[in-house]
């Protein structure tokens, strides 16, 4: 139990009506999870407003509302708080009720387009073969030390995040690492949050259909480290044309990674073999096990973390070369008859180019590429045609199919990734809706030494249609698929 004026410190109030010295057991914004002397936090959301619910939530339990507008009807009895901002009152009373856990482990948020599932995912790694204990809060799962959870979202809510939170400190976590997506900065759910460090890894097409224009998209990833104390770190991508925009106006300690441009932490590609990189990071050579230039750039900005959260260098360099490649995240198995498949979360344009890139990077030329790609539903509809193009262009054939089409028409979206195929490229192209048919088509395409790129899923274990979450896992049907093949 809490009392409720305590876990309003520091938010923005602007009118109380009641008592705010009174006891209550949970807060939630979800009206259905309500129950008896609780406090319900009125959202106001994309699908849904939460002050329609207001009602409803006193009639289950609740002692005290919290909202930006005062309803019509005043119930007797309750006590309500009218603050500025919902999203942020949410993110200041998670931290208050959960005792701040951020303040007592030391947090590092990753953000950018591409690039913040794996920086995250192995810093967790690095930093459990070092011997501490970590956290990770991630796309993938969430991580308490050896302890792992599902996770939903990117960035999940703020009551999620700070209950999680409190887990690693009960459990003796002295490092968080945590993916940062644009939609949690927009909504406010990392305000409330202590972070000691902060990585930005690039910007590209993305999200387009939550943010009207790239310029906002640019500016909320900005205003994470706008808001980073003076205390932490920024780490940016200087390579990247906004990594500098990054840094402008923050308070925090400026750090930068590059490949190509003088920075504080520097790398070189020697080598990019399908086996691995090897790499000269600030003057010295590091084998590892990950692929690409991408992976590069992930790596860098791994090490360059490692060593401002107070590792020695070589020791960093030691460990990054007995990392794993993340799930999802160019995962690949050769067959018994030395096809080569590559499974690969790339949505995006950038990604889906950086990793066709890649693999013709370390390609004979002697052998097809065979790329099965789609796209979501309910998502930016304009990259689309660009990642239809890309694949097209950068592969000997590509496949389309569907993603997640959740609840559009999977054959619209197809229509419209097609639209970007070149005149050039139309005989490289196939479309077979049926994703795993896709996947069958394109095993039975290959010849030995051969390479299929399975883009756009990775690490997901579903396909999501018409709000139904279907078993499907790329890298699990690839397998049997050419397995079969091989019999």
Known sequence: MSVLKDILYKVAIEAVKGSTDITIDKMDFDSRKIEKNDVFIAIRGSISDGHDFIEKAIQQGAV????????????????????????????????????????????????????????????????????????????????????????THTTPDSITINHYLKEMVKNGVE?????????????????????????????????????????????????????????????????????????????????????KTYADYKAQILENQLSGLLLKINGNEVWVKLIGTFNAYNLLAIHGTAVELGMESLEVLRLLSDLESVSGRFQFIVSASNITAIVDYAHTPDALENVLKTINDIRTKNEQLITVVGCGGNRDKTKRPIMAGIASDLSDKAIFTSDNPRNEDPEVIITEMEQGVAPQNYKKTLTINDRKQAIKTACQL?????????????????????????????????????EQLNK
């Open 64 to 151: 005290a509302i919290v909202c930006d507008t005062f309803p019509k009807i005043i119930t007797k009895g309750i006590t309500y708080v009218q603050v500025k901002d919902t999203n942020s009152a949410v993110a200041f009373m998670a931290a208050n009720y959960f005792g701040d856990p951020s303040q007592n482990l030391k947090l590092v948020g990753i953000t950018g387009t591409n690039g913040k599932t794996t920086i995250a995912s192995l810093l967790y790694q690095l930093f459990k073969k070092a011997g501490f204990k970590v956290g990770l809060l991630s796309t993938v799962k969430i991580c308490v030390d050896d302890v792992e959870y599902k996770a």
């Open 175 to 259: 490092y968080c690492f945590m993916e940062v997506s644009s939609h949690g900065i927009h909504q406010k759910r990392t305000e409330a949050l202590h972070f000691v460090g902060g990585i930005f890894t690039n910007l590209s097409h993305d999200h387009l259909d939550y943010h009207p224009t790239f310029a906002e998209y640019r500016d909320v990833k900005k205003s994470f480290f706008d808001n980073l104390p003076k205390t932490a770190f920024v780490l940016s991508n200087i390579d990247d044309k906004n990594g500098q925009v990054m840094l402008q106006n923050t308070a925090a300690k400026k750090l930068t990674y590059a490949l």
């Open 446 to 482: 290959a010849q030995p030494n051969d390479i299929i790129l399975i883009a756009g899923k990775g690490h997901e274990t579903y396909q999501e249609i018409n709000g139904v979450r279907h078993d499907f896992d790329d890298m699990k049907i690839v397998k049997e698929l050419l």
